[in-house]
């Protein structure tokens, strides 16, 4: 019986270890974390934009995905092919992965109450 409470008491104190995050070294020849995050907020405010533009200038090349990703790409002094390698990689750490979307929405809901408090006024 007391070795039963031992064991029970033992799998209750490591089930409850705190648990430390361990810090990813990513590397040095893909985007680093804040670069990424800014291109794939650029992405998806550009995917925002598309989605109210494009059906008013459906024959306007300048609304198009290509054409805005591009324009993100170009500002970035990266291709679309080293884009999806990075997108790729970081896809191998999908705790780091997860990180960098949650500050990309982070900064995206920074940017609607910016928007929020400029049209309330």
């Known amino acids: 019986m007391r070795s039963y409470i031992f064991i029970v ?3 209750i104190l490591i089930s409850c270890k705190s648990e ?3 810090e990813i070294i990513l ?6 974390k804040h670069v990424m995050i800014d291109i794939i907020k650029e992405i ?3 995917d925002a934009a598309l989605s109210i533009l494009q059906p008013r200038y459906n024959n306007d090349k300048k609304f198009t995905a ?3 990703y591009n324009y ?4 970035h002094n990266i291709t679309k092919d080293y884009f999806e390698k990075n997108v790729l990689y970081y896809s191998l750490y999908p705790q780091v992965f997860e990180e960098v979307y949650d500050s990309v929405q982070i900064e995206i809901s920074k940017l609607q109450v910016t928007q929020e408090i ?4």
């Open 9 to 11: 008491i033992l799998f």
């Open 72 to 75: 993100i790409f170009k500002k």
């Open 118 to 121: 400029f049209d309330d006024k």
């Open 44 to 46: 998806h405010l550009a």
């Open 20 to 22: 430390k995050k361990e």
């Open 27 to 32: 590397d040095s020849r893909y985007l680093p």
């Open 66 to 68: 290509v054409y805005y």
